[in-house]
Structure formats: structure tokens, C-alpha cells
């Protein structure tokens, strides 16, 4: 069936790394996707990949795919402030239209 | 470009009563996508329109409908609210030959 799990909330310090994970269940996943949400906001596209692909880097942020696992993370380098948002993990399936599979999101809490 | 830009920002409706939300999407994109977001949960994919037909539903009941117009803007109408309508609808745009889709700052809907 359709499940994209995410575990609930991390907290780093601010200029560390961050590593937001992300599990899915379904085979046919075409993209995975990770979405930005800050307060009283709308949902922020920040990257994807291909399922056939195992790794994707876009200046600070480097996505991993371990597609065996079924297993996605996100990869934040030198964490800000305004990074402190949540961070949805999504996939689009084959035959699906572009339709968006999300995870319940992960709180990311960035301190000084 | 003003992006996807969806109409009105918040909305107080009476259980029982109608509402019709408005999105009008990304200039080039021709695919729109109606998504709830209940609090603290990820949005749920309630249906996709393209060529001003539905292409795609979610699970939800027949009192969510919509309409997609020539100009490729949308509306999402609900019918005798509930409280559990409560939430933020999202619309997303999309082009039918590209991947991703890009979310409007939605619509808060409270049922009172």
C-alpha cells in the first residue's frame, strides 16, 4: 500500500548537519520528493530524485536513496536558522500523475 | 510570475453550510491538484484536474467536488461541512510533462 513514514521532530544546533530520514513502502515509486513548510505557509519544493538514482546534490543539501531499503534522507549542511521548518518527504508513483504521496513531516528545530 | 495563488487566505463556515475555495495556478502549468493538510499531518492528495476533466482521486467523499477552468484555474467546492473539514486545502500546479508540483500558500478553513 501506500505509506511514507518520518520520524517527528530533530533539534541540531546551529552550523551542524542535519539528516532528516524517510521510509516508503510501495515498489513503483517513480520521484521522491522533499518539500519545505515554515509557519503559516504553503508547501516549498527543495528537491528530488529519480528512483534509480542513489544520490543527488544541490549546493547545501544532498539527497540519498537506498532504493532495497526503501529508505530516503535529507541531508542539510551548516544548518541556519531559517531552516527551522518542516520537512515533508513525499513520492509520486508510476501511472500517478505527478499525485503526491506525503509523510507526516519532520520538525526541524535549529538552536545557536 | 506570481506563482499558485489560491482564494481567500482563511474562512469561518457553519456545519452544514457549502464553501467553494478559488486557485488560479503557475503561469505554463496546466495541471491542478487539491490537497487537505489537518494539523500536524501531511497533506492528503483529494483530486487532480487536467483538460478540465478529474483525472485522479483521493479518498475522500462525493461532498468534495471541483471544477477546472479554460484559463486552467480551479475551484474546490465542499458541501455540508463537518467539523473534521477543518484544515488547510492546498493547491498545487503542475506541468503535465514535468515532475514536482508547486503549492500555493493555502486556504485555512475553520468549521464552526
Known amino acids: 500500500g501506500e505509506d511514507v513514514e518520518q520520524s517527528l521532530f530533530l533539534s541540531v544546533r546551529e552550523g551542524d548537519s542535519s539528516v532528516i530520514n524517510c521510509t516508503y513502502t510501495?515498489?513503483?515509486?517513480?520521484?521522491l520528493y522533499w518539500y519545505k513548510q515554515e509557519p503559516g505557509a504553503g508547501l516549498q519544493l527543495l528537491t528530488y530524485?529519480?528512483?534509480?538514482?542513489d544520490m543527488k546534490q544541490d549546493q547545501r543539501l544532498t539527497v540519498l536513496l537506498n532504493k532495497k531499503d526503501k529508505h530516503l534522507s535529507l541531508r542539510i549542511a551548516d544548518t541556519q536558522t531559517g531552516d527551522s521548518a518542516i520537512y515533508f518527504c513525499?513520492?509520486?508513483?508510476?501511472?500517478?500523475?505527478?499525485?503526491?504521496?506525503f509523510g507526516a513531516g519532520t520538525r526541524l528545530a535549529v538552536h545557536p | 510570475d506570481a506563482g499558485v495563488t489560491q482564494s481567500p487566505t482563511h474562512l469561518i463556515k457553519t456545519r452544514g453550510q457549502q464553501v467553494t475555495l478559488r486557485c488560479s495556478p503557475k503561469?505554463?502549468?496546466?495541471?491542478v491538484s487539491w490537497y487537505q493538510q489537518a494539523l500536524g499531518q501531511g497533506p492528503q492528495f483529494i483530486f487532480q484536474?487536467?483538460?478540465?476533466?478529474?483525472?485522479q482521486r483521493g479518498n475522500f467523499p462525493d461532498r468534495f467536488s471541483g471544477h477546472q477552468f479554460p484559463n486552467y484555474s480551479s475551484e474546490l467546492n465542499v458541501n455540508a461541512l463537518l467539523l473534521g473539514d477543518s484544515a488547510l486545502y492546498l493547491c498545487?500546479?503542475?506541468?503535465?510533462?514535468?515532475?514536482?508540483?508547486?503549492f500555493g500558500q493555502g486556504t485555512r478553513l475553520t468549521v464552526v
Open positions: 530524485i529519480f528512483s534509480n538514482m
Open positions: 498545487a500546479s503542475s506541468r503535465d510533462t514535468e515532475k514536482g508540483a508547486f
Open positions: 484536474y487536467y483538460e478540465e476533466e478529474e483525472r
Open positions: 510501495d515498489s513503483s515509486s517513480t520521484y
Open positions: 513525499a513520492e509520486t508513483l508510476s501511472g500517478g500523475y505527478n499525485k503526491l504521496i
Open positions: 503561469s505554463g502549468h496546466d495541471t
